[in-house]
């Protein structure tokens, strides 16, 4: 294969398949800076050993953030700047894309975490934006709560939470105060695989 040549891929974007570290304990956020560099570093070797055209793939990978049980609480923005740091010492220019995880995050903390990231003062030469599951889909699942007549709420609370999550990708997200069904609920589950 050419990798300078993208017919060979058949329009194919190789996801780099979730190199995350789980919440499941009470590590800080230092600790979970470190351990995010080291992966990311292994995982790009790993890459790099195998020839793999960066430039025609995307990460995604947790955000920097403590354990689930961690006593002390970090601000969306020390959160953006564990994360940014660990991306830029460990994850190529050449990458067009990191699409984050949510990892257990409530709806509304994966949102703002996306936009301070969004707005860290560190360079970021690529597209930080989201992959997230349950923190895009929670709280239109309990406004669907299994009841046809519930659909018109469920995709409300789909569409605003997606748009949320646009606006957090451009680091332009601010919070009306109007939260969804289950915005502010913790997603975390232990020994789940995000």
Same mark, same amino acid.
Not at 6 to 24: A, F
Not at 126 to 131: D, E, K, Q
Not at 167 to 186: C, H, I, P, T
């Given at each position: 294969?050419?990798?300078?040549?993208?017919?060979?891929?058949? +329009?194919?974007?190789?996801? &780099?398949?979730?190199?995350?570290? *789980?919440?499941? &304990?009470?590590?800080?956020?230092?600790?979970?800076?470190?351990?995010?560099?080291?992966?990311?570093?292994?995982? /790009?070797?790993?890459?790099?050993?195998?020839?793999?055209?960066? %430039?025609?793939?995307?990460?995604?990978?947790?955000?920097?953030?403590?354990?689930?049980?961690?006593? $002390?609480?970090?601000?969306?923005? %020390?959160?953006?700047?564990?994360?940014?740091?660990? *991306?830029?010492?460990?994850?190529?220019?050449?990458?067009? +894309?990191?699409?984050?995880?949510?990892?257990? $995050?409530?709806?509304?903390?994966?949102?703002?975490?996306?936009?301070?990231?969004? $707005?860290?003062? *560190?360079?970021?030469?690529?597209?930080?934006?989201?992959? /997230?599951?349950?923190?895009?889909?929670?709280?239109? *699942?309990?406004?669907?709560?299994?009841?046809?007549?519930? +659909?018109?709420?469920?995709?409300? %609370? /789909?569409?605003?939470?997606?748009?949320?999550?646009?606006?957090?990708?451009? +680091?332009? /997200?601010?919070?009306?105060? %109007?939260?969804?069904?289950?915005?502010?609920?913790?997603?975390? &589950?232990?020994?789940?695989?995000?």
């Amino acid at each position: 294969m050419d990798p300078y040549n993208d017919t060979d891929y058949n +329009g194919i974007v190789p996801i &780099v398949p979730e190199p995350e570290i *789980l919440p499941d &304990v009470d590590h800080d956020l230092l600790r979970c800076q470190y351990v995010t560099e080291k992966v990311l570093a292994a995982v /790009y070797k790993a890459l790099s050993d195998h020839h793999v055209y960066l %430039e025609g793939s995307l990460l995604k990978p947790n955000m920097v953030t403590a354990g689930h049980t961690c006593a $002390q609480k970090y601000s969306p923005q %020390e959160i953006a700047m564990a994360t940014v740091t660990a *991306l830029w010492r460990t994850v190529p220019p050449a990458v067009p +894309g990191v699409t984050f995880l949510s990892g257990g $995050q409530s709806e509304e903390d994966a949102t703002i975490n996306l936009n301070s990231i969004n $707005q860290c003062h *560190l360079l970021r030469p690529w597209a930080l934006t989201f992959s /997230y599951g349950h923190a895009l889909q929670a709280s239109a *699942l309990k406004a669907w709560g299994g009841k046809e007549e519930n +659909g018109k709420a469920c995709q409300d %609370e /789909y569409i605003k939470r997606a748009l949320n999550n646009s606006q957090a990708a451009l +680091g332009k /997200y601010a919070s009306s105060g %109007e939260k969804g069904a289950a915005a502010q609920e913790s997603l975390f &589950v232990a020994n789940h695989a995000y």
